[in-house]
């Protein structure tokens, strides 16, 4: 749904609660973003409550540390993707009454991210992996803070080798992978290119790192010539999280926040050289032109693992781009227009919580 929202996918299927997501126009009411925001919260309290299981019981930090880092990028996920205003209530592991949280920013769910990996690291007994999750965590929260320079050498010891999968199943519905079930089974999600006139050239590019086939059968909707992500071919295909080749594009984006084109592309062609890429000059870029082109490049690395509407959020939010010059815009292919909204909604759903305010921007 985020790659909905920004550039990454078309919406090739009938459901109008997922073209509100692929135009923007979202409403608090929309089912499936209130299932998604409840979901996110499931995973977050269910590794809350194995925290706190974990140390009752004791001698278990290693399963302390993932799952301290798991609530972490539920914070980060939330951030980046929803509007301020997301209230993170508690479960007691012992039954007891919940515990209602209070609206948090998005600046503040970020710190909160922060301090989760912090706890990470520090119960992580030494697991290198376990240590890389969490810093690869905390300079992507670092970044959403506008703090370029501290994420960078967050993940400077990072191995570029490096690499946590969410996993899937097809042993039930619920464990199988949802972009594959979406795309080349229901073909209701389209691999786009040139979306809304400033969208990135996912198929035109023919780029190994968005393959993709298509473009001789209709999608669900019975009308848009349907275009098939192959990224994940099967329902126990995984997805990243967190990797070595994301430390190091959050130190190139470091390079191209302190204006070094030389820098930036240095970085980039050493990942370009491991798919056998040609290398890239951005010598000749400043300011706002390298940054997009670094994010250009992230985006092709990070196609479709729920990293793209927070990186253009950044663009937006942390270097001062407008939105218009980021996100697709203008008209919509199936008629009417692109929103200015960037942003899911807090649910209605969540007005049970008595600290209930919506969105806070």
Known sequence: MS???????????????RREADTRILQNTNSDMDRIFSNMHRARAGAE???????????????ESEMQSIVGYAYIMFAETFCGGVPFSKVPSDGGAIIYGEPLSQDQMFNAAITW??????????????????????????????????????????ATDFVYNIEHSDNSF??????????????????????????????????????????TEIGQDGITLYYNQLKYTDENASVVLASGIEARLIEAEA?????????????????????????????????????????????????????RQGDLRRLVDVYGMQASDVFPWGSYFKGGSYDSNLKFPVPQSEANNPNYVGCLD
């Open 3 to 17: 790659g909905l929202m920004a550039d990454e996918y078309s919406y090739s299927g009938t459901f109008p609660t």
């Open 174 to 215: 619920r464990q199988e992978n949802g972009i594959f079930t979406m795309s080349t089974v229901r073909r209701e999600f389209s691999i786009a290119d040139g979306k809304g006139g400033n969208g990135l050239m996912y198929r035109s590019a023919n780029d190994p790192r968005t393959p993709w086939d298509g473009g």
């Open 117 to 158: 990996f912090e706890q990470a690291s520090a119960s992580s007994n030494g697991n290198t992996d376990l240590v890389s999750l969490a810093r690869v965590g905390k300079a992507r929260a670092l970044l959403g803070l506008g703090q370029i320079s501290a994420a960078a050498n967050e993940v400077a010891t990072i």
């Open 255 to 307: 390079q191209a926040d302190s204006d070094s084109g030389v820098g930036t592309h240095t970085i980039h062609n050493a990942l370009r050289a491991t798919m056998g890429l040609p290398a890239l000059d951005f010598s000749a870029l400043t300011g706002d032109a390298l940054m997009l082109a670094h994010m250009s490049e992230r985006a092709f690395w990070l196609y479709s693992t729920g990293h």
């Open 49 to 63: 409550a194995a925290i706190e299981l974990a140390q009752g019981f004791g001698g278990v930090p290693e399963v």
